[in-house]
């Protein structure tokens, strides 16, 4: 039995890495997986709890075939590690944080995989940026116009899409309950 898995995305500033956080411990006290993401950005620059890499180390690892899916945004390298492979081989749900741009190549490799979008209004967004602090106004601008262009999942396959404009909980309530059915 191969286990189910979750691909999340949403524009930055969205609250993805937020809504990931306030299901995580009830998620995985319930049997679910959440992979790291190893990104070529320093530990120290706020955000997600993630691998911290210097490019030459990515290379490396990409290489030696250490990612199960791997891409580029935002001038960064991401990365997730081919563990999940083996977790969903042992039935396991696994939730990865992904990107929208990523998406249709991921899809080749874990075509069942559900797709989720985190997303809220772009006014929201860019206030949840400029409140962050790792980017100047004009790249705060440049993320809301590439928002734009990856506005929806655009593949065809069913995706769930969470709107995180109100409460961190109501959010995470929705995406535990997308998990619900998996759960041990």
């Known amino acids: 039995m191969t286990g189910p898995l979750f691909y999340v995305m949403g524009p930055s500033g969205a609250g993805k890495d937020t809504v990931l956080d306030a299901v995580r411990s009830r998620a995985e006290c319930a049997g679910v997986l959440f992979a790291r993401r190893y990104i070529t950005r320093p530990a120290s620059a706020g955000g997600e709890r993630h691998m911290p890499l210097h490019p030459q180390e990515f290379d490396a690892m990409r290489h030696a075939g250490q990612f199960a899916l791997h891409w580029q945004s935002h001038g960064l390298h991401y990365g997730i590690g081919i563990e999940i492979d083996g977790w969903l081989a042992q039935g396991h749900a696994v939730v990865v944080n992904g990107s929208r741009g990523y998406l249709k190549s991921a899809l080749l490799r874990y075509p069942a995989m559900h797709p989720v979008l985190v997303t809220a209004p772009e006014s929201l967004i860019a206030e949840r940026l400029a409140q962050r602090g790792r980017e100047t106004e004009a ?42 059915p998996y759960l041990r």
């Not at 809301?144 to 961190?168: R, Y």
């Not at 309530?173 to 998990?179: A, D, G, M, P, Q």
């Open 139 to 180: 790249q705060i601008r440049r993320r809301l116009q590439h928002n734009c262009l990856l506005a929806d999942c655009g593949t065809g396959k069913d995706c769930a899409v969470i709107v995180n404009d109100s409460t961190v909980q109501a959010a995470a309530e929705r995406f535990f309950s997308l998990l619900r």
